[in-house]
């Protein structure tokens, strides 16, 4: 290639306008609003249950118990990022569950039975690239069939029962802990900065979002969108195996009926996530902060009451707020209080009151 | 005149974020008076539209009068009445004019509860044929309506709920996807909507227009009101004016007496290997098209929709495939058929796309996302995407070609049509190591920014790269091209070269009609004005 191209540009400017985000922006509620909910949620369980809620205890926890929601939201947030829903993660996840605990139930080592767990997994993710990019089938109703064709996969290994022979090794192995906290939380983060990596600032991550906000732009940039949207399916599959493989440990059983109930908490967590940080794109660290909220949150609820419903609504409710504050980010006029106040701030202080004219003749 | 202006805003100031877009604008329509809003990209008309129907809040301090009488500059929409007509029409084509135009005004109800459709239809005929549009059947989906008819359906919509009293109508870009012979059509449609006592603010880019259908026009340049001129006393020239300013006017137009002299001079002198050649390309609508481009040659290709000639660049491009398609480029042979934009990236062909929405930047990304998108990979450092040395060139970019606000980091979304298409330029030609294929590159583009992109299509070209023009904008393929081929129906009608091309010799080639060009004089375009 010649590179003449660029030969009549004039040299670069002595001095490159310097580009600084303001610190009120970085540390504005819409960008990290999460944390503040955070800092209010740990403030009102502290006051409400003094002696059990702020302790080492609920720290580990409350780490242990997001690292599976949290590996799970990470995982739907690749497809999202492309553009795709992947709605079989939750049965992904239920099938790695059921297939670990089968394959250690026949005798497997546990190395093997992970090893075949994920290639299993990566099968998923095959079918659900190929029902949605080469067949072209939506990715909201494509992967919510091929969930049901996994779900019949998990009744099939588990004959619809727990399965809990033989897991000791690998609940040892999940169990494994630095003061407390388990493998899985570790695990949990590690993918988290992978993916934050390679998201935010690798040439696959520009060409992941591209697809994902304009797929028809992102392939005249020669970008292969197809096999990007592919790809991510194999990516969610893969955490959700690896998720579900760890599940097994935790729980010590392989049951038919763990992984789906993942599935709603993952999408929470996920679209609460894209409303931090990135201004609307789904984004790991975001992810990970959501994650962190939600579960704080949760194990708050579980101290300091009985009711079995709470976490549920509360998942629910997270869901729709996110969803609804991911639309105003969208939208040209503010719905954010504090955006409102602010810009009634403006008016006020400006020099010239505004004129009262009357309407009526 | 002696009666008060139907509607007069005074004052109008807005400012965005510390930002001024408009300064003490002010603007007044006439009863019966087509008023234009001109002026380029960017200068605040948008701006100005959505205060006056109430999108945005102008800054206080704002006057409006209507009909004399003091009002509040939120309530127009009441009580002048003010409609607005916006340049994708907003209507449902899957749906009928009856459907249409009763979302805007509500459904006549029936005795039962339904809707009492006879009405409705009677109605709906009524409204239009007071519009002066008889021959459009209701009970048919306006996707099979011309645009015409669709643009009356529109303005039918918006002046439905007006009873006696006539308001105020905004048209904005109403001919912006029309050809000319149906963009005559509709303004004179309009006029007579004006004779009925309707107060029209007309915008638009095409100034042909403006002054053909006007009776006066406000001229905004960079959020203030330059002058309000009365359009049967001044020329299109002054209007340029008005809207650039007479220094950055003449500065273009000697721009374009040196570039001028450098096609001539690119013309006459000796021409280096064709850099890019195509023999045979057939697809949809290219019934086999050849041609040869040389290097820092710049060829157009005319046609009327229909003809080929944006088949032709999207193939090239490799957007879309077609049935043959063998070209070489410098001394890389490649084939078309598949329809891969990465083959034809890597060959050093870059498309600029005519849909700047949907096919050309993402409005969510960045200036500096969009624009790095295709050439990614030249930024790309050891595991990561330099991106200091992104918003770095972003911003050299954006220097160059006066894309203003100057922030790498804003969203599309917040850019002018005129500063997206230059976004779009900065984002191709990196890639456009051998041939720039440009594809519509001014639609919806101001006269400034325009004259900007032609002067900066001819900088580009001297740097030996091959561009290619497609367009059905004869007025850019006049201005920069050293070759044009006419296409007409996918065939190749006619190669016309630097000193023949004309107005008439290309119009009368891509409507078919083969004579040669002494012999057309006037036929076609007395059709066009």
Not at chain 1, 8 to 23: A, G, I, L, N, Y
Not at chain 2, 155 to 170: E, H, Y
Not at chain 2, 222 to 249: C, I, N, R, Y
Request: hydrophobic residues 45%.
């Amino acid at each position: 290639m010649t590179s003449t191209a660029k030969s009549d540009r004039p040299p670069v400017q002595t001095s490159p306008p310097t580009f600084h985000t303001p610190w009120r922006t970085r540390l504005s509620v819409e960008r990290i609003g999460t944390v503040y909910l955070w800092v209010i949620g740990v403030a009102v369980f502290s006051a409400w249950r003094p002696h059990i809620f702020p302790n080492y205890l609920t720290v580990v926890g409350v780490l242990n118990s997001v690292s599976i929601p949290g590996l799970l939201a990470l995982a739907v947030i690749v497809p999202l990022a492309a553009g795709v829903f992947d709605l079989s993660v939750g049965y992904t996840l239920g099938l790695a569950n059921v297939l670990t605990a089968s394959l250690l139930a026949d005798g497997h080592s546990v190395l093997a039975a992970i090893v075949i767990t994920l290639a299993v997994s990566l099968i998923v993710g095959v079918v659900n690239g190929f029902v949605v990019v080469v067949m072209r089938i939506d990715s909201f109703i494509g992967t919510l069939a091929t969930g049901s064709l996994i779900l019949a996969l998990i009744l099939q290994v588990s004959g619809n029962q727990e399965i809990t022979a033989n897991v000791t090794k690998i609940q040892a192995f999940a169990g494994r802990n630095l003061h407390l906290i388990t493998l899985p939380v570790f695990v949990f983060f590690a993918v988290a900065i992978v993916l934050w990596l390679v998201l935010d600032y690798s040439v696959t991550g520009r060409r992941i979002y591209a697809t994902g906000l304009g797929r028809e732009q992102a392939r005249l940039a020669g970008i292969k969108t197809g096999k990007l949207q592919f790809s991510s399916f194999l990516v969610s599959a893969f955490i959700a195996g690896c998720a579900g493989c760890l599940l097994t440990g935790i729980v010590g059983a392989g049951s038919p009926t763990a992984g789906p109930p993942y599935l709603i908490p993952a999408f929470a967590a996920a679209f609460l996530g894209a409303t931090q940080l990135k201004d609307g794109l789904f984004n790991s660290i975001g992810t990970v902060m959501a994650t962190l909220l939600l579960g704080t949150l949760n194990v708050g609820l579980a101290l300091a009451t009985s009711a079995l419903w709470a976490p549920d609504v509360f998942n629910g409710i997270v869901l729709i707020a996110a969803l609804g504050l991911r639309v105003t980010q969208t939208s040209a006029v503010s719905l954010n209080p504090l955006a409102r106040l602010r810009a009634a701030r403006t008016v006020l202080r400006h020099p010239k009151p505004p004129e009262r004219v009357d309407a009526t003749p | 005149m002696s009666e008060p202006a139907l509607l007069s805003v005074t004052n109008v100031s807005k400012t965005f974020s510390g930002q001024l877009a408009l300064k003490d604008v002010h603007l007044d329509v006439h009863a019966g008076e087509v008023h234009a809003l001109v002026g380029q990209n960017g200068c605040g008309k948008s701006t100005l539209l959505k205060i006056l129907t109430g999108y945005h809040r102008a800054d206080p301090g704002a006057r409006a009068l209507v009909r004399g009488r003091p009002h509040s500059l939120h309530e127009l929409l009441t009580v002048v009445p003010l409609r607005a007509v916006h340049q994708d029409l907003g209507l449902i084509l899957e749906l009928n004019a009856i459907d249409n135009i009763g979302f805007g005004t509500g459904f006549q109800r029936s005795r039962h509860g339904g809707i009492a459709w006879r009405t409705q239809l009677r109605r709906t005929v009524s409204l239009l044929e007071q519009l002066g549009v008889n021959d459009i059947d209701p009970r048919r989906p306006l996707s099979a309506a011309t645009q015409v008819e669709r643009t009356m359906v529109a303005i039918a919509r918006a002046v439905s709920t007006w009873d006696a009293r006539r308001g105020v109508l905004i048209l904005d870009e109403p001919t912006s996807s029309l050809p000319d012979r149906e963009a005559g059509e509709l303004a004179r449609l309009i006029r007579d909507l004006a004779k009925t006592g309707v107060g029209i603010i007309y915008v638009s880019h095409a100034l042909s227009e403006v002054t053909g259908l006007a009776d006066r026009a406000t001229v905004l340049r960079e959020g203030t009101v330059v002058d309000t001129v009365p359009v049967a006393s001044s020329s299109e020239h002054d209007l340029v004016e008005l809207m650039l300013g007479k220094e950055k006017l003449a500065h273009l137009e000697q721009l374009e007496v040196q570039d001028n002299s450098y096609a001539h001079r690119s013309a006459a002198g000796p021409r280096s290997e064709p850099m890019l050649a195509a023999s045979n390309i057939v697809g949809k609508e290219l019934r086999g098209i050849s041609f040869q481009v040389s290097g820092g040659e710049i060829v157009g290709f005319a046609g009327l929709a229909g003809s080929g000639h944006l088949e032709l660049a999207y193939a090239l491009g490799g957007a879309r495939r077609v049935v043959e398609g063998a070209i070489t480029v410098g001394d890389r042979s490649l084939d078309l058929t598949a329809g891969r934009p990465i083959t034809s990236i890597t060959a050093g062909i870059a498309l600029v796309p005519p849909d700047r929405t949907r096919e050309g930047l993402i409005s969510t990304l960045s200036v500096a996302a969009n624009m790095s998108l295709p050439s990614i990979m030249q930024l790309r450092g050891r595991l990561f995407v330099r991106r200091r040395q992104e918003r770095e060139r972003a911003s050299q970019w954006m220097t160059d070609l006066e894309i203003v606000p100057h922030k790498p980091e804003a969203k599309i979304a917040t850019l002018s049509g005129g500063n997206r298409q230059k976004v779009l330029f900065a984002k191709w030609v990196t890639m456009a190591t051998h041939a720039l294929v440009l594809a519509e590159p001014t639609v919806g583009v101001d006269v400034g920014a325009r004259l900007q992109i032609y002067d900066f299509i001819r900088q580009y070209a001297t740097s030996g790269v091959a561009v290619v023009i497609c367009s059905t904008d004869i007025t850019d393929l006049l201005a920069v091209c050293d070759r044009v081929y006419a296409l007409y129906a996918g065939h190749v009608v006619r190669e016309i070269p630097r000193d023949e091309l004309s107005e008439h010799v290309v119009l009368a080639a891509i409507s078919g009609l083969a004579t040669p060009a002494t012999a057309i004089g006037d036929s076609p375009s007395e059709e066009q004005t």
